[in-house]
């Protein structure tokens, strides 16, 4: 059965160092999620992404993060230099299409440790 | 605002109890919701969703659901438990807007099956 996966699963870095969570979507899949949790909170939403662009966005996702699909089959998140307080589970999902009539394939998370 | 709320953060029942995991979501209009599961290293698994219509909806893994608009419940029960069912359990409303759309969770419940 298809899923999606991501690396690395244990990521620890040094704050104000760039790092990339990987993720590779289902291969036929259009749509293209980040979610994250911190630790004891709720998962919340970051951004999703279609035809090569962001189509949304939340509050957290400033301009510290971004996102790339760079070769049709991977898709990253990048931050650009890491807070303590981003240290979280990220989720990378997919979906065929943007409506919910299409089921969210998540990913098994990347969790990132910031020191 | 769209919100989800998992009032039980750790429950425990004995294996071949039932089990009633809650959940109360608030949204403006007719939610989509969904109960997804997320055992340990592995993404998190649709267990079903609510769109419209019968408002007991069956799911994988002898999971059931009863969406309640009167209380703003979307309750997941199971009649039997089995060990295996040991998990982590998200809660979600669908959020609509722009291409995509996005999912709104609760903070989770983590269910331990006592043998």
């Known amino acids: 059965e298809p899923e999606v996966t991501q690396t690395p699963s244990h990521q620890v870095t040094q704050m104000g160092q760039e790092v990339i969570l990987r993720c590779v979507p289902i291969?036929?899949?259009?749509?293209f999620y980040w979610y994250r949790q911190i630790l004891g909170q709720k998962v919340e939403f970051l951004v999703s992404?279609?035809?090569?662009?962001?189509?949304?966005k939340s509050e957290i996702f400033d301009d510290q993060f971004s996102v790339e699909r760079p070769d049709g089959s991977n898709f990253t998140l990048k931050i650009r230099s890491t807070k303590l307080e981003d240290s979280a589970m990220y989720f990378c999902?997919?979906?065929?299409?943007?409506?919910?009539?299409?089921?969210?394939?998540f990913g098994p998370g990347t969790r990132l440790t910031v020191l | 605002a769209q919100s989800v709320t998992q009032p039980d953060i750790h429950i425990t029942v004995s294996e071949g109890a039932s089990l009633e995991l809650r959940c109360n979501y608030s949204?403006?209009?007719?939610?989509?919701l969904f109960w997804y599961v997320q055992s340990p290293g592995q993404g998190l698994q649709l267990l079903l969703k609510?769109?419209?219509?019968?408002?007991l909806v069956q799911g994988i893994k002898g999971f059931e659901a009863e969406f309640k608009r009167s209380q703003s419940s979307f309750n997941l029960r199971k009649p039997s438990v089995h060990w295996s069912d040991a998990a982590e359990y998200f809660c979600?409303?669908?959020?609509?807007?722009?291409?995509?759309?996005?999912?709104?969770f609760g903070t989770g419940t983590l269910l331990a099956v006592q043998p």
């Open positions: 999902a997919s979906s065929l299409a943007g409506d919910f009539v299409d089921e969210q394939f």
């Open positions: 291969s036929n899949h259009l749509y």
């Open positions: 992404f279609y035809n090569n662009e962001i189509s949304e």
């Open positions: 949204y403006g209009a007719t939610p989509y």
């Open positions: 609510y769109f419209s219509g019968d408002t």
């Open positions: 979600a409303v669908g959020a609509l807007g722009g291409a995509t759309n996005k999912l709104i």
